[in-house]
């Protein structure tokens, strides 16, 4: 029961998901994680002793290589499926059937960017700003976007099958 409850959250009716309909909630989540990592964070952080986060790290690491590991093998056979819808214009009806097909793996990959934004809070809860650079956070923010713009608007992005 809920590993079909999982799979139809991240594989099913993509399109109908608030976070995938909403205008404004990933970029409201992006502004609430930009103030967290560069102000609110910190600032809480500063009269405390770090945490210590060894375990939770090394379980969200792990998950992270197995995560990335399956949409690896997902995108690699996706990319060798429909090469062929690489070249056609947006609107043709093939290119629309195939960006359906894909919508879920762009989905779950929307899904792991916005999970890897934890990165940030790890560091900002073990103290280890040094860790935290411009380009770090403002990565995690323009790649989350990025996909999340590109899932939502298959006639401006670029070739879908990567």
Known sequence: ??????????????EDKLL????????????????????IGPSLMEARKPFSLRR???????FEVCVNAYLFKWIFSTM???????????????YLSVYKKTLPLWW??????????SDTVFFVLRKKCNQLSALHIMHHSIVCMMIWWFT???????????
């Open 1 to 14: 029961m809920l590993l079909n409850s999982i799979s139809d959250f991240l594989f099913k009716n993509v």
């Open 20 to 39: 995938f309909k909403n205008d404004y909630l990933l970029p409201s989540i992006i502004i609430a994680y930009l103030l967290f990592a560069t102000r």
């Open 56 to 62: 939770v790290m090394v379980a969200y690491n792990l």
């Open 80 to 94: 060798s499926n429909c090469w062929h819808v690489h070249c056609l214009p947006h609107d043709d009806p093939r």
């Open 108 to 117: 779950f990959i929307l899904l792991n960017k916005m999970f890897e934004l």
């Open 152 to 162: 939502r608007n298959p006639s401006r992005t670029g070739p879908i099958c990567l």
